[in-house]
Antibody, heavy 123, light 106 residues
Framework: QVQLKESGPGLVQPSQTLSLTCTVSGLSLTSNSVSWIRQPPGKGLEWMGV???????DYNSAIKSRLSISRDTSKSQVFLKMNSLQTEDTAMYFC?????????????????WGPGTMVTVSS | DIQMTQSPSLLSASVGDRVTLSCKASQSIYNSLAWYQQKLGEAPKLLIYDANSLQTGIPSRFSGSGSGTDYTLTISSLQPEDVATYFC????????FGGGTKLELK
């Protein structure tokens, strides 16, 4: 059974770096691509970036300069790091899987999501 | 960049109603469209992919249609558990979500 679960600090100070972990089970990161998606309170969804099954990454151009996604396949974990946080980065952060029917590098939909982790940027 | 616009932003309907939600792309996305249901406090749930394919386990009252730039999610007979916000998402030339339609009971 495919499951994803996000974890993180909850509260981050402005200008600091956010570090989140997505722990997956029921799937292998070497054959599945995982994206990070965020949602500010009461607002819509924003795709942030993806780590492909081969370990390559792509990022949303709007936040590319601040964002890094990596993984540890032996621990079935995907990591998000984003620096220079501001209050507008306050959001629920989700990780989600794209089904392996898509070829490497092909964009697709997200069939499994984690429950999300709330991040508040405040001093 | 291709923009995704959903309408209406808020929809009130009664149990048993046929409900139609719209999603328009600023240029053709070649049926690379998914619909998600998000209930309060939960993660989005995939309902429809490739514009008209029903995800496994989703009730058959949900259906998707459309092509080119215009897409529709239809609920054939609204149930109380369908109260949620619905998002469309394109996966052609990048990933972008629509702004959402909040569906409430009248």
């Amino acid at each position: 059974q495919v499951q994803l679960k996000e974890s993180g600090p909850g509260l981050v100070q402005p200008s600091q770096t956010l570090s989140l972990t997505c722990t997956v089970s029921g799937l292998s990161l070497t054959s599945n691509s995982v994206s990070w998606i965020r949602q500010p309170p009461g607002k819509g969804l924003e795709w942030m970036g993806v780590i492909w099954s081969n370990g390559g990454t792509d990022y949303n151009s709007a936040i590319k300069s601040r964002l890094s996604i990596s993984r540890d396949t032996s621990k079935s974990q995907v990591f998000l790091k984003m620096n220079s946080l501001q209050t507008e980065d306050t959001a629920m952060y989700f990780c989600a899987r794209m089904p392996p029917v898509f070829l490497l590098g092909a964009e697709g939909y997200f069939d499994f999501w984690g429950p999300g982790t709330m991040v508040t940027v405040s001093s | 960049d291709i923009q995704m616009t959903q309408s209406p932003s808020l929809l009130s309907a009664s149990v048993g109603d046929r409900v139609t939600l719209s999603c328009k792309a600023s240029q053709s996305i070649y049926n690379s469209l998914a619909w998600y249901q998000q209930k309060l406090g939960e993660a989005p749930k995939l309902l429809i992919y490739d514009a008209n394919s029903l995800q496994t386990g989703i009730p058959s009252r949900f259906s998707g249609s459309g092509s080119g730039t215009d897409y529709t999610l239809t609920i054939s007979s609204l149930q109380p558990e369908d109260v949620a916000t619905y998002f469309c998402q394109k996966y052609y030339s990048g990933w972008t979500f629509g702004g959402g339609t909040k569906l409430e009971l009248k």
